[in-house]
């Protein structure tokens, strides 16, 4: 799973978005909480190893398939 760092205007701190590997598309930016861009990465990463944001950020990418899916 990819991810991008970015900035908003007008915020110092960097924000992550995950790339759904499905649509192709970035999810929802999250605030990494920091202006220094190498701990924003390092975060980014420690963020898509950890296995309750992952659980989180697979949610965000499955809920929508699931939610198409008739019983």
Do not use: H
Not at 8 to 23: E, G, I
Not at 33 to 53: C, H, M, N, P, V
């Amino acid at each position: 799973m990819s991810f991008c760092i970015s900035k908003r205007a007008n915020y110092p701190n960097y924000y992550v978005s995950y790339k759904n590997p499905l649509t192709g598309k970035y999810g929802t930016k999250k605030s990494t909480g920091t202006s220094d861009r190498k701990l924003a990465e390092k975060i980014a990463y420690e963020w898509l190893f950890d296995q309750k944001e992952l659980a989180r950020v697979q949610r965000k990418v499955f809920e929508p398939i699931i939610s198409l899916v008739n019983f």
